[in-house]
């Protein structure tokens, strides 16, 4: 299985930009990166998702390496309800259908 | 915006008991996944469903576990024999489409399920 690498925990100061890294080195040509977050014990919230190019949407920005290697997720303005745990995530497939590996995630704080 | 939905929100039963948690996915989604999240520990696979039969499972899902869609809207677990094991969050998440071709998992807000 691919795997991702996150640093365990952040901190934000509210109002500001989060940059939350991810590697993954042995990403495959055609996978997905997924992004998720779980806010306290709810369940995993979908963020966005890229594949070569950059993506935008409501929630944040993902940015990924021209080498596909790492990415990272932008929180333009981060809020306190943004504090949560940030999910990374690349998929295994078995050959019939696709599923998310979640790994430890990056437990991010906002602070006031 | 559609969401999936989980009942009930918390079970609590005793070691040896079979529970049902039932889960309605978004209506024009097509797979359909169950994971467990024990406290403090990372969300675990087990198991994705399609087209009226598994296409994965992993280690955690053995033959206590069993999913069903009886209906064109539900999408069941059930437990046969509880351990205390078991314990753990459980999300059902939907796709419209197979995650690999880029349609994202929306997940439900669990089911607690507490054995005693």
């Known amino acids: 299985d691919a795997k991702t690498t996150q640093p365990p925990s952040m901190d934000c100061a509210e109002g500001r930009a989060a940059n939350l890294p991810c590697n993954h080195s042995t990403i495959s040509g055609n996978e997905y990166v997924y992004w998720y977050r779980q806010i306290h014990s709810q369940g995993p919230q979908y963020i966005i998702h890229?594949?070569?190019n950059n993506e935008t949407n409501e929630m944040a920005s993902l940015i990924i390496t021209e080498d596909r290697k790492s990415s990272t997720l932008i929180l333009p303005h981060a809020t306190l309800r943004d504090t949560a745990v940030y999910y990374c995530n690349l998929l295994y497939y078995g050959g019939s259908q696709g599923n998310l590996i979640f790994g430890k995630g990056t437990k991010l704080s906002v602070k006031p | 915006e559609p969401e999936v939905t989980q009942t009930p929100s918390h079970q609590v039963t005793q070691m040896g008991q079979e529970v049902i948690l039932r889960c309605v996915p978004i209506?024009?989604?097509?797979?359909f996944y169950w994971y467990r999240q024990i406290l403090g520990q990372k969300v675990e696979f087990l198991v994705s469903f399609y087209n009226n039969e598994i296409s994965e499972k992993s280690e955690i899902f053995d033959d206590q576990f069993s999913v069903e869609r009886p209906d064109g809207s539900n999408f069941t677990l059930k437990i046969r024999s509880t351990k205390l094991e078991d314990s753990a969050m459980y999300f059902c998440a939907s796709s419209e489409q197979d995650i690999y071709n880029g349609s994202p998992l929306h997940f439900g807000n669990g089911t607690r399920l507490t054995v005693t």
């Open positions: 890229g594949l070569k």
């Open positions: 209506s024009n989604h097509l797979y």
